[in-house]
């Protein structure tokens, strides 16, 4: 460690070669001092600082560096490094930097890793990160380990797992999520299974949330709404859109809490927004389906507005109830 003592607006340092080597310089390696900082390293010089620093920080920078220059093989290399690295939340970092690549080689590079990352890793929310990449990846040679991981203690692998598994193999997950249903899971599992079941549609299903949100309350309430309203953008059947929307409305003059029951109500109108602009579509199925469906909505949206005691969520509601009907 060399103390700088920094007293002007423009001062340079100098750092000497040790036995002809050049030093690899981690500016403020206490990483307190304000500041924006430009290092000006090579990926060889952050590959050098990866190895030989063992705080975050500075391996973090390291990462980072490597995770904008993916194609180079040096930042792969130190990608590789931080997949095995001690520090959890390094491992962790290292899977958002390769999460949105749509580069086939590099998931193939990397499918490996993630695989093992996904079963044996030691922080279960690396093991997390690790199966929503998979999923993302659509890695279909993670599929029975998917299936196994849905069953985890940790929820939040166990959802992880779930969603994961419905985007390689959308029938099997939703097989999976229909039975987890009874089995009362929690936390992200919870969420995860009311989430496929949403994406799915399936006409049936209605009856489902039907039977079980009025159980379900806290935050969790929050989920089940947002899995119904994909369920409504997709469903087929117009019985099984008036089922789930009279259930959404019955969350929405059932909730206590003003900023939970504002987001539902919000749900409810961004649904009818959407079918009043299906009602200009050129296919005359979609703007008939939009126009039946408006016919159902429009009597349950007054109802909302009937019970609601806020005056603010009221006067904002009164206006999304004017401006969607006066379209028409």
């Not at 063992?54 to 997949?83: C, T, W």
């Not at 095995?84 to 490996?112: C, F, G, K, M, P």
Request: charged share 25%; glycine share 4%.
């Amino acid at each position: 460690v060399v103390n700088w003592d920094i007293s002007k607006k423009s001062q340079s340092f100098k750092v000497p070669y040790k036995n002809g080597v050049k030093p690899v310089v981690v500016p403020d390696y206490t990483h307190v001092l304000p500041g924006e900082l430009k290092d000006g390293k090579t990926l060889e010089d952050f590959k050098a600082q990866f190895v030989n620093t063992d705080d975050y920080v500075s391996k973090r920078f390291a990462v980072n560096a490597a995770g904008r220059h993916l194609a180079e093989p040096v930042a792969q290399a130190i990608m590789d490094l931080s997949f095995a690295d001690n520090l959890h939340s390094i491992r962790r970092y290292a899977l958002s930097q390769v999460r949105n690549t749509s580069n086939e080689s590099y998931r193939t590079r990397w499918a490996d890793y993630i695989i093992s990352m996904a079963k044996y890793d030691s922080d279960k929310l690396v093991r997390t990160e690790a199966f929503e990449i998979l999923g993302e990846w659509k890695i279909n040679g993670a599929r029975g380990l998917m299936i196994q991981g849905v069953h985890y203690s940790s929820y939040s692998i166990a959802g992880a797992a779930l969603e994961a598994l419905y985007k390689i193999d959308s029938q099997a997950g939703y097989q999976l999520a229909k039975e987890m249903v009874s089995t009362d899971p929690k936390a992200n599992l919870l969420n995860a299974v009311w989430s496929v079941i949403g994406k799915r549609a399936a006409d049936e299903d209605a009856q489902l949330f039907a039977k079980y949100v009025p159980y379900i309350f806290g935050n969790k309430r929050y989920y089940l709404a947002s899995a119904m309203h994909n369920y409504l953008k997709k469903v087929n059947g117009d019985e099984p859109f008036r089922v789930c929307c009279n259930v959404l409305v019955d969350l929405i003059n059932t909730e206590e809490l003003r900023t939970y029951r504002a987001a539902f109500n919000s749900i409810l109108f961004s649904l009818a927004d959407g079918l009043n602009s299906n009602l200009k579509s050129e296919q005359q199925d979609v703007s008939a389906s939009a126009k039946g469906r408006l016919a159902i909505i429009k009597p349950l949206l007054q109802k909302v507005i009937a019970a609601e005691t806020d005056a603010d969520i009221l006067k904002d509601s009164n206006k999304k109830m004017k401006a969607l009907f006066e379209k028409q």
